[in-house]
Structure formats: structure tokens, C-alpha cells
């Protein structure tokens, strides 16, 4: 199976001014390539290994692969799904929660606006390069979790010990943000609430729900 970029949603200059053109360039069209390409590269050097899987179930299932390619899946299958889920989670386009979601995030958080500082928060403690998670963990119950590197929920809890279905997600490599906002990772972290797809993390948290 061969994985291919696939594309954004919006133009690279749609998240203008929170995430400037070049990075989202950059950012797609560099960083996350380059995880796809590595991820075919591990992948047929081991033909047999992955079969029909999707990147998902791929994820899911890093414990059959070879050793020789678990950990450059880990890291390039990772890079890719979470970078697909990172963009479709942002939209140019304004957008709210749906009120399921409202309650779910003020009944696990206090209030929306400490769910954002709690977000916030995380991404800023988080050493090193990786992502924040906001998950449904079962019941509409909500909780926010950290990968490092590019580990992620759709591996599971054994590996990336954040468990749940995901609903959104923050970059928080500083490809994600250098080129504009230099070490300024809050402001960033910041702007990127103007451009959250709610719309999507909504659609997300009602089929987590439904499971
Ligand atoms: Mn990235």
C-alpha cells in the first residue's frame, strides 16, 4: 500500500493571519510530504508488512509490523496522520462548538474558557516537540492528553498513552509556527483559536460518542 500528501482543505494563504501562508507551505508541503514519503520508503522495504491496511489500522497495529520499520512507521505513519488530522481540524471559516460538544467540554473542564487555558497550558509544558489532544474517553467524558514526537491516539494506548477517540489537535512542533512567531509558542497557541474547526471537532465527538 502506497500513502499519498494528501491535500489541504483551504489555499495555504486561507489561515492568514494566524498561520501565515509560507508555514502552512512549508509545513504541508515539506514536513509532512517527507513523513509520507518516509513512511512508503519503510513500507516497501517490507512488502508483506502492511498489507491492505489503512493508516489508521496500521497505527493501531505496530506491534505485528518487523522490527526493522515499527519505529519508522511510529514516526512517519504518525507524522502523517496526525498532520491530516491537524489541518482538517482547522478552518478558515468560523465555526462553534455544537451545544453536545459545549456541555460535554463544560461539564469536563468547568467552562470553555478553562478548557482553552487548560489546552493552552499543555501545549506550553509540553518539552520537546509533540502535540496536544483533546479526546473523548467514553460517556461524553472529556480529557486532554500530550504525544511526543509524533505519537498518537490512533496508536493506541499502549504506545502513546493518550487514550480516546480525538477531537482536535495542536501542533506543537515549531515548524508548526517558527517562521512567524519565533519562540513565541503562547501567542501562536493563541491565534490558533480564531481558526479551530468547531464544525469538525463537533462531527468528531458525535461519532465518539455513537461508538
Ligand atoms: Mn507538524
Not at 481540524?89 to 453536545?100: H, M, N, V, Y
Request: proline share 4%; hydrophobic share 45%.
Amino acid at each position: 500500500m502506497k500513502y499519498s500528501l494528501t491535500p489541504l482543505e483551504y489555499a495555504a494563504d486561507a489561515l492568514e493571519p494566524f498561520i501565515d501562508a509560507e508555514t502552512v507551505a512549508i509545513h504541508h508541503g515539506k514536513h509532512q510530504a517527507a513523513y509520507v514519503e518516509k513512511l512508503n520508503a519503510a513500507l516497501a522495504s517490507e512488502p508483506n508488512a502492511a498489507g491492505d491496511l489503512t493508516l489508521s489500522e496500521l497505527l493501531a497495529n505496530l506491534d505485528s509490523l518487523p522490527d526493522a520499520i515499527r519505529l519508522a512507521v511510529r514516526n512517519n505513519g504518525g507524522g502523517v496522520w496526525n498532520h491530516e488530522f491537524y489541518w482538517r481540524g482547522l478552518s478558515p471559516e468560523k465555526s462553534f462548538p455544537s451545544d453536545e460538544l459545549l456541555v460535554a467540554i463544560r461539564e469536563s473542564f468547568g467552562s470553555f474558557e478553562n478548557f482553552k487555558k487548560m489546552f493552552a497550558d499543555s501545549a506550553l509544558s509540553l518539552f520537546g516537540s509533540g502535540w496536544v489532544w483533546l479526546v473523548e474517553n467514553g460517556g461524553g467524558k472529556l480529557s486532554i492528553c500530550k504525544t511526543p514526537n509524533q505519537d498518537s491516539p490512533a496508536m493506541l494506548s499502549k504506545i502513546s498513552g493518550c487514550i480516546g477517540a480525538p477531537l482536535l489537535c495542536f501542533d506543537v512542533w515549531e515548524h508548526a509556527y517558527y517562521l512567524k512567531y519565533r519562540n513565541a509558542r503562547a501567542a501562536h497557541i493563541d491565534a490558533l483559536w480564531n481558526i479551530v474547526n468547531w464544525r469538525r471537532a463537533s462531527l468528531r465527538f458525535e461519532r465518539a460518542v455513537k461508538k
